[in-house]
Nanobody, 114 residues
Framework: QVQLVESGGGLVQPGGSLRLSCTASESVFNIKTVSWYRQASGNEREMVARISGPTTSYADSVLGRFTVSRDNAKNLSYLQMNSLKPEDTAVYYC?????????WGQGTQVTVSS
């Protein structure tokens, strides 16, 4: 069973940056999409960024500030987050969909606060 691990979260001041990584325990083949979701306390999980082949999409709330990218090794994806705001505070999850399975990571906490 493939395990996904997100890393790179932490505490950052408003306006700061973080880079999240999504790493797999083994090689993952036939990936269709890699998505990043977040869930703030008391809220539903929401998609913030997605990459499928050369195509990326973003939630309106992060457009222009976040950038999602792919890698071809076990470091499956990165989420570069710039100009962070307090409302970006949440647990961030990586989600991978292949042609016959889907995987979630356990999440990494991002806290934006002065």
């Amino acid at each position: 069973q493939v395990q996904l691990v997100e890393s790179g979260g932490g505490l950052v001041q408003p306006g700061g940056s973080l880079r999240l990584s999504c790493t797999a325990s083994e090689s993952v083949f036939n990936i269709k999409t890699v998505s990043w979701y977040r869930q703030a306390s008391g809220n539903e999980r929401e998609m913030v960024a997605r990459i499928s082949g050369p195509t990326t999409s973003y939630a309106d709330s992060v457009l222009g500030r976040f950038t999602v990218s792919r890698d071809n090794a076990k470091n499956l994806s990165y989420l570069q987050m710039n100009s962070l705001k307090p409302e970006d505070t949440a647990v961030y999850y990586c989600h991978v969909i292949t042609y016959d399975a889907n995987y979630w990571g356990q999440g990494t906490q991002v806290t934006v606060s002065s």
